[in-house]
């Protein structure tokens, strides 16, 4: 089977600008195993969906993200919204800081492997999540492909997004992390997870549709990219200490030993504050700030094709 001709999107600045530097090498690369391509550049937040449904609309059926989760997580949407019957291909070029989806997916961080593979022609269907959220006073909707959540991992991408970009790997994020364990405080919340309704005080809630979130956290150890269900994890009323304490725990994917964290699975999940609660709870997917509960989440089995 030949490679179709692609599309490759490019965000220069993923990876505190990493890949600005890159391009230049993963783009001979791409040449030297034989995709044959044309690429752009994407100028900002959203930029990268526009392309992906304008190219679409003009044909192309292999679109090709190279940046981090929020640039993949914007590819797919693009892809989505402009067909869904999964004629697209996906393929990802990791140069980000987390690469969580491509850890969930077994796909190569390494962006040399990941050229690569991206010329094999093996595809995997996946499920793809939808969260639905308030922002500006509007209901609004977000594909998402790897992992959602509420209250405190929200919080912490909400400070990381506004540090300084020096760096890349997995440091903006937990410096992120300790920044937002200063000020923040637990939430009182009323979690539905398909039938099941509970009122709890809560660090955060993850729903995840792959396994790792924020930059190589094993959050969700029994998810599966393709099993028609979501992952919840509700992380309960947990201490600042008892976080940074447990921090290992979460990383090797061992937190659901912690008497205050619950992991289960379900096909829908709402979420909103309680009636004592007037916080603000901030909704964020596949690492990136979307707005204010309350907040849906639900899942499209077999939705998207990508590239392993």
């Not at 790897?146 to 994020?173: H, M, W």
């Not at 637990?186 to 396994?211: F, K, P, W, Y």
Request: with cysteine; net charge neutral.
């Amino acid at each position: 089977m030949s490679v179709p001709y692609a599309k490759v999107i490019v965000n220069p600045v993923a990876g505190a600008n990493a890949t600005r530097r890159r391009w230049p090498r993963i783009s001979r690369l791409l040449k030297k195993v034989g995709l044959s391509f044309d690429y752009q550049y994407t100028e900002g937040v959203g930029h990268a969906i526009e392309i992906a449904r304008e190219a679409a609309g003009y044909g192309y059926r292999y679109l090709v993200a190279v940046g981090g989760d929020g640039t993949t997580n914007e590819v797919a949407n693009g892809i989505i919204d402009s067909t869904g019957d999964g004629s697209i291909a996906l393929g990802v070029v990791s140069t980000g800081t987390g690469s969580d989806f491509a850890r969930s997916l077994g796909i190569s961080r390494h962006y040399i492997n990941a050229c690569s593979s991206l010329v094999n022609c093996n595809t995997v269907l996946i499920d793809v999540g939808v969260v639905e959220y308030q922002h500006d006073g509007q209901t609004l909707r977000r594909f998402f492909i790897n992992s959602a959540g509420i209250g405190f991992d929200a919080a912490a991408v909400q400070t990381t997004e506004r540090l300084p970009k020096y760096f890349g790997g997995t440091l903006p994020y937990l410096i992120g992390l300790l920044r937002t364990l200063a000020g923040y405080r637990n939430q009182s919340v009323v979690i539905t997870a398909d039938d099941r309704v509970e009122t709890a005080r809560i660090l955060s809630v993850v729903v995840a549709n792959g396994g790792y979130f924020g930059g190589g956290m094993h959050v969700a150890p029994e998810a599966s990219l393709s099993d028609n269900l979501l992952d919840l994890v509700v992380f309960g009323d947990v201490s600042k200490f008892d976080l940074l304490k447990s921090l290992p725990m979460v990383y090797k994917g061992t937190h659901g030993q912690h008497p205050k964290v619950r992991i289960g699975k379900a096909d829908r999940v709402t979420i909103e504050a309680s009636e004592e609660s007037s916080e603000h709870i901030l909704v964020q997917a596949d690492g990136e700030l979307l707005g204010e509960g309350p907040v849906s989440f639900s899942l499209v089995p077999a939705k998207l094709n990508v590239i392993v």
